[in-house]
């Protein structure tokens, strides 16, 4: 073997045992920064920036995404304590020609904040989970809740659940920041049955959708100088900044939220996959059944297994006999942490034991079907935040692709069997080649689509000339870091995807996953990142030259967000 090769397995086997390990993390050491070296400290190695403005703290730091693929050793990191302090540093950096990037939770995949390799000597990073966490409720039919960016869903659901609010859907995770959430269009699963009636105020589509008013840091042709402007629902700008993936600053953001709900969830792990990812008009308990049944649905499904695992909610006001009664989030314990055993079975995968995926995958669907016995959460019940929210900062550290598939309620089975059909033919091929390029889960959700009026780069915004096609499959797989042939794998399922869900449907990236996927991994196929793209979105140009006008100097902006939104 020459010495590069033993350099790059060295550090492929680096990157996915360090991946492994880092599911270990304790939530304190999940996102956060490694360290802290205040600015004008005799350990600092950064030059500091001129004329920083006095009194804002700033300190050395590193960064690092979810699965610590993106790592920039020492960056300047900013901690502003109020909004007029974000205008002051967004001031200092137009005339100093620095760039500013907002900083939540770092639960991302791709380049939004800091691409990988990045130039950072010009760049502060600032600091929103601090200080920029302010809560505010509001009661009501339907209510609302006013907050800071910084703030995490964790902290707004609870805040909500107090005053007899919540949301209809939310992330799986709550260790992320609103201003993350928001800038991507994240969202849950689920969507209203046919014979629903839900409360005031609900959304099934994006969080973003939920949005009423936001503040953000924009430039003032009139002043000279970044203000803080407010934007409301009636004005046509406000729906760029709804989903802005990064280039620009929101402080503050007020969204409906309705009367909260009691949710029943039941866990499933007795359905052969070929039935749940079925043809359509098979019968049986596929997942759009479960969509038709009870709206709300999420397979998750590992290769080289016979049955995924499904998690069934519904709207149950009154306690079922024997659901257990949910008293807070993050029941599934035993999908939160990494056995010594899974982490065995990684170190052999990265050490070239490829043929040991499939003993992996099915010891991780082992782990699932007995830790929903053990801890006795195959039926829970409770309010809505405790069962939608399941995954903590200490799960394996996995990296995920993920689009939008946007098609009409009846052809959910279609869209979710093709996908099937195709990752299941891609992965024998690869397989009778020797290679196991895939030992994380795919996951599959269902939402309702965002309005027409609704945020412009939303993957799941309505398309106006397909008001039918009112239903979003949420299209996930995964594998883990540095798993050698993900990289051509991801781009053959990409390419498929994008050539296959057409005339019945239409496809958009999810923003904080991969996407634009080349043999050397995501983001680097410029015909999908400058053509594909933005050839998904209606009003793409809208939404760049928007946001440009509020940022013509691109303080909010990195190199991967130059060439996305030039």
């Given at each position: 073997?020459?010495?590069?090769?033993?350099?790059?397995?060295?550090?492929?086997?680096?990157?996915?045992?360090?991946?492994?390990?880092?599911?270990?993390f304790a939530a304190a050491a999940g996102m956060r920064p490694a360290y802290r070296i205040p600015a004008g400290?005799?350990?600092?190695?950064?030059?500091?920036?001129?004329?920083?403005?006095?009194?804002?703290?700033?300190?050395?730091?590193?960064?690092?995404?979810?699965?610590?693929?993106?790592?920039?050793?020492?960056?300047?990191?900013?901690?502003?304590?109020?909004?007029?302090?974000?205008?002051?540093?967004?001031?200092?950096?137009h005339q100093h020609g620095y760039r500013l990037r907002a900083r939540g939770k770092g639960h991302t995949w791709?380049?939004?904040?800091?691409?990988?390799?990045?130039?950072?000597?010009?760049?502060?990073?600032?600091?929103?989970?601090?200080?920029?966490?302010?809560?505010?409720?509001?009661?009501?039919?339907?209510?609302?809740?006013?907050?800071?960016?910084?703030?995490?869903?964790?902290?707004?659901?609870?805040?909500?659940?107090?005053?007899?609010?919540?949301?209809?859907?939310?992330?799986?995770?709550?260790?992320?920041?609103?201003?993350?959430?928001?800038?991507?269009?994240?969202?849950?699963?689920?969507?209203?049955?046919?014979?629903?009636?839900?409360?005031?105020?609900?959304?099934?589509?994006?969080?973003?959708?939920?949005?009423t008013s936001l503040t953000a840091v924009v430039w003032s042709a009139a002043d000279g100088r970044y203000v803080?402007?407010?934007?409301?629902?009636?004005?046509?700008?406000?729906?760029?900044?709804?989903?802005?993936?990064?280039?620009?600053?929101?402080?503050?953001?007020?969204?409906?939220?309705?009367?909260?709900?009691?949710?029943?969830?039941?866990?499933?792990?007795?359905?052969?996959?070929?039935?749940?990812?079925?043809?359509?008009?098979?019968?049986?308990?596929?997942?759009?059944?479960?969509?038709?049944?009870?709206?709300?649905?999420?397979?998750?499904?590992?290769?080289?297994?016979?049955?995924?695992?499904?998690?069934?909610?519904?709207?149950?006001?009154?306690?079922?006999?024997?659901?257990?009664?949910?008293?807070?989030?993050?029941?599934?314990?035993?999908?939160?942490?990494?056995?010594?055993?899974?982490?065995?079975?990684?170190?052999?995968?990265?050490?070239?034991?490829?043929?040991?995926?499939?003993?992996?995958?099915?010891?991780?669907?082992?782990?699932?079907?007995?830790?929903?016995?053990?801890?006795?959460?195959?039926?829970?019940?409770?309010?809505?935040?405790?069962?939608?929210?399941?995954?903590?900062?200490?799960?394996?550290?996995?990296?995920?692709?993920?689009?939008?598939?946007?098609?009409?309620?009846?052809?959910?089975?279609?869209?979710?069997?093709?996908?099937?059909?195709?990752?299941?033919?891609?992965?024998?091929?690869?397989?009778?080649?020797?290679?196991?390029?895939?030992?994380?889960?795919?996951?599959?959700?269902?939402?309702?689509?965002?309005?027409?009026?609704?945020?412009?780069?939303?993957?799941?915004?309505?398309?106006?000339?397909?008001?039918?096609?009112?239903?979003?499959?949420?299209?996930?797989?995964?594998?883990?870091?540095?798993?050698?042939?993900?990289?051509?794998?991801?781009?053959?399922?990409?390419?498929?995807?994008?050539?296959?869900?057409?005339?019945?449907?239409?496809?958009?990236?999810?923003?904080?996953?991969?996407?634009?996927?080349?043999?050397?991994?995501?983001?680097?196929?410029?015909?999908?990142?400058?053509?594909?793209?933005?050839?998904?979105?209606?009003?793409?140009?809208?939404?760049?030259?928007?946001?440009?006008?509020?940022?013509?100097?691109?303080?909010?902006?990195?190199?991967?967000?130059?060439?996305?939104?030039?």
């Open positions: 073997m020459s010495d590069e090769s033993a350099r790059r397995n060295s550090l492929t086997r680096r990157t996915l045992l360090g991946g492994a390990a880092a599911a270990g400290s005799a350990a600092a190695t950064l030059t500091t920036p001129p004329d920083f403005p006095a009194g804002v703290p700033l300190a050395q730091q590193a960064f690092r995404n979810w699965s610590l693929e993106i790592v920039v050793e020492n960056v300047w990191t900013a901690s502003a304590r109020t909004p007029d302090e974000v205008v002051t540093l967004a001031n200092w950096a791709s380049p939004l904040v800091l691409p990988a390799g990045a130039d950072t000597s010009r760049t502060v990073l600032i600091d929103t989970t601090t200080h920029l966490t302010a809560v505010d409720v509001r009661g009501g039919s339907p209510g609302s809740v006013t907050a800071q960016t910084g703030a995490t869903l964790d902290a707004i659901l609870a805040r909500l659940e107090e005053a007899g609010l919540g949301l209809a859907t939310t992330t799986a995770p709550g260790d992320l920041t609103l201003g993350g959430v928001l800038a991507i269009g994240g969202h849950g699963t689920g969507v209203p049955t046919a014979t629903e009636n839900p409360p005031a105020g609900s959304g099934f589509g994006t969080l973003s959708a939920l949005v803080l402007k407010t934007f409301t629902r009636g004005e046509a700008d406000l729906r760029a900044f709804l989903v802005h993936l990064g280039r620009a600053f929101v402080t503050e953001v007020t969204m409906t939220a309705a009367a909260n709900t009691r949710i029943r969830c039941q866990n499933w792990y007795d359905v052969n996959v070929a039935t749940v990812f079925g043809a359509p008009g098979t019968g049986g308990r596929t997942l759009g059944s479960y969509v038709d049944r009870t709206g709300r649905v999420e397979a998750i499904w590992f290769p080289f297994t016979d049955v995924p695992w499904l998690k069934v909610w519904s709207v149950a006001p009154d306690k079922p006999l024997f659901a257990k009664q949910l008293d807070g989030p993050y029941a599934y314990t035993f999908a939160n942490r990494v056995t010594e055993d899974m982490s065995k079975l990684l170190g052999q995968i990265a050490a070239g034991g490829g043929d040991k995926t499939p003993a992996f995958t099915k010891l991780a669907m082992s782990i699932v079907g007995s830790g929903l016995i053990v801890t006795g959460t195959w039926d829970v019940w409770g309010w809505s935040k405790n069962s939608l929210l399941y995954v903590e900062p200490t799960t394996l550290r996995i990296v995920e692709a993920g689009w939008a598939v946007l098609t009409s309620r009846a052809n959910v089975q279609r869209v979710v069997h093709e996908f099937h059909a195709r990752y299941q033919s891609l992965l024998t091929t690869y397989q009778n080649r020797g290679s196991y390029p895939v030992n994380g889960p795919i996951e599959l959700r269902i939402t309702g689509t965002d309005p027409v009026d609704g945020p412009l780069l939303s993957p799941a915004r309505v398309r106006p000339d397909h008001p039918e096609w009112d239903t979003v499959v949420w299209l996930d797989f995964a594998t883990y870091p540095g798993t050698p042939g993900a990289g051509p794998f991801f781009r053959e399922l990409e390419q498929w995807i994008w050539q296959n869900y057409t005339g019945y449907a239409t496809v958009r990236p999810e923003w904080s996953k991969g996407w634009a996927y080349t043999d050397d991994g995501p983001w680097r196929d410029s015909s999908v990142v400058g053509g594909t793209v933005p050839a998904a979105f209606d009003d793409w140009r809208t939404a760049r030259q928007t946001l440009n006008s509020y940022d013509p100097a691109r303080v909010f902006s990195n190199a991967f967000l130059d060439t996305l939104l030039p």
